[in-house]
């Protein structure tokens, strides 16, 4: 595959040499401080009812999730593990781990994404019998049984995204122009329906679908690469799905908590390179002007919001601890 990064990486394998049985979906699985969600997420993965490969991509943990891991399921001949030593970045790592995926197929799996046993068998059946499809995602749950935002959308182009800032279509409706990209609310459809874009959390990818579009875009170093992608697969003419019968559930941010500031401005980030390498030619200067800017505001009065409450929470720590 073309675009494949070619840095060194340790990898381990269990004792016991090659897998014994040959993988449909090769599973990766980029992980960073996952905590005890990495085992159990490797573990609904390993529990599936196809043959699988499980390869984590780690990238610098310092919490024990990696050592977890290797104590519970480190025995088994499907796992590899990937120890990069660093924080490499979302799409860097993925890259990194399809080196070694040896499938037709791969499910890009977050590290706090839990899925029932026949939830991939069920997506790899409706992408197999449609040969121009190229991804596939599903119906992504919060822990409190709520549709994750992000599973289905349209692409965030420059104008849907100020309909959604401003509220655009709540004034003048939801049809036409005044359209939002976010599909969280609708009613879900009955069966399997083409969408523009899916969730980065589960996606299951063709591998010749991949091989003519290429791998993830490492100028992303976290967020807004799976939008990215789906961008292109389209181009290249391959159709995603959304199938809105299988369900997992998500534990969103699970691996990204203890730094938000950091977070979000890799988030903001992302969604101006997004929006430059796809829109610049298409949109008036003046527009892209005016959305960058709205980026940078939101990442400014969020990164506040943060901060705030970091200030207050030490400082009730501290009062808490004064009156000890």
Known sequence: ????????????????????????????????????????????????????????????????SMDLLRELLGGDARLQMIENGANLGFSRANNLALRYARSDYFLFLNPDCLMGPDALEEVLNVIGARSDVGMAGCLIRNPDGTEQAGCRRSIPTPWRSLVRVLHLDRLFGTGGHFRSFA???????????????????????????????????????????????????????????????????????????????????????????????????????VLMWVVVFGVWLRFGAVAGYYGLRALVGKGRAERGGGGG
């Open 183 to 285: 599909l969280t609310g609708e009613p879900l459809p009955s069966g399997p329906v083409e969408v523009e874009a899916t969730s980065g959390a589960f996606m299951l990818v063709r591998r010749s679908a991949l091989e003519t579009v290429g791998v993830l875009d490492e100028g992303y170093f976290l967020h807004c690469e799976d939008l990215d992608w789906c961008l292109r697969f389209r181009q290249k003419g391959w159709k995603i799905l959304f199938v809105p019968d299988v369900r997992v559930v998500h534990e969103r941010g699970a691996c990204s908590r203890s730094h938000p500031i950091f977070v979000e401005w890799h988030k903001h980030r992302g969604m101006v390179r997004f929006y430059r390498k796809f829109f610049q030619r298409r949109y008036p200067a």
């Open 1 to 64: 595959m073309n675009g494949l990064a070619q840095d060194d990486a340790a990898l381990t394998r269990p004792a016991g040499g090659d897998r014994a049985v040959a993988a449909l979906v090769s599973v990766i699985v980029v992980n960073f401080n996952g905590g005890r969600l990495l085992a159990e997420a490797v573990r609904s993965a390993l529990a599936s009812t196809v043959p699988v490969e499980v390869i984590v991509a780690d990238n610098g943990s310092t919490d024990g």
